[in-house]
């Protein structure tokens, strides 16, 4: 049932999205159903100039970033609805200068892994939340929408091609980047919803960087600039959550620090490390161990899938442990818990960083030094949560959140 126009004046965003979501897609006269996404449609144009395959090294230390030998492309028009998707060489795209993604961001993307297991089988990790959150962005950005089962069997299908020759079953405990990307292509000038759009799948190499010698270092955000607001698109996988925050990302980097810990509002509310999701472990005024992160209610943060897998974890694991909290919370509550010694560990979370320790968050002049183990190891929290997530990740035990690809050799 469409929403009300009474809600659509208090929750637009949410009104509008969840119309898009429901309405069925018709052709002009009204009537007919166009053609949704179906991976079953997908037809294979095999590479003739197959690329060589760099060690992980040499892909990761140039400027451009490696691609395997094929991608998936899939078109979309507003008379037409989905074409048939298309596994062929990866190559450039051809857009005009007029294309609605070159003028209005209508862009969105999502990233996951594949990870060549200690078992030799090919496995991803929940795609099908990442299939979900992608199909939400492209709601939010006003891109069309698809079935998230159809995105996680082209995903499946893309890797299942090349997964063989560029993660071979002697590169056990290694992983490469998967990332599905849907853009607005109609050529033509004017700030409205696009009625053309391409949605591709291309798979990457991307550098480990979950350990950062002596942990990851985060300088907050200067009271000028924020990431991502209340009422904004921060939920939302899109690039321009992305592009403005790279001036305070460079200028963290420049003064010794790896990432910007957001803060939001008056009163500095810790939001994301970076673009990943920021976790406190500490002790409370009671007493009580907890892990904290921010909430999703306000639709401010990503729900983020390793998040998402953090939080399910410690809540299934560490019963007993410890309490697992999703509020806002601010950075003085930090500097104030760095005071009277109860913080205990840190991390942030996401696809890129994985599960990342961090060892100082420096706020306005002062460092909030977080402890680490031993021999700057992740601490203990941080490393049990980690090490579950990898043992999953990389097949070492059987579990529904990793899906096994069946390879074609």
Known sequence: MAPSAVSQDVDLTAAAINTKEVQQPTTPNGVDSLPPLLASNLTYTYTTSPRSVPDEAVANAGTETICTDHMIT??????AGWAAPELKPYGPL???????????ATECFEGLKVFRGFDGKLRVFRPDKNAARFRMSAARISLPVFEPEEMEKLILALLA?????WLPKEKAGQYLYIRPTMIGTAPQLGVAAPREALMYIIVTYLPKLDSPPGGMRLHTSPEDMIRAWVGGFGYAKVGANYGP???ATFDAR????HQVLWLYGPNGECTEAGASNFFV???RKDGKKELITAPLDDKLILDGVNRRSVLDLARERLTGELEVTERKYTIQELIEADAEGRILESFASGTAYFICPISQVHHRGQDINIPMGPEG???EITSRVKGWMADIMYGRVDHKWGVVINEKE
Do not use: I, N, Q
């Open 281 to 283: 472990v500490w002790k």
């Open 94 to 104: 051809s857009l005009m200068p007029t294309a609605s993604v070159l003028h209005y």
């Open 161 to 165: 091609v090349d997964g063989p020759k």
């Open 377 to 379: 190891e992740p601490g």
């Open 245 to 247: 925050s790279l001036m």
């Open 254 to 257: 420049r003064r010794g620090f």
């Open 74 to 79: 899939a078109s979309w028009t507003a008379s």
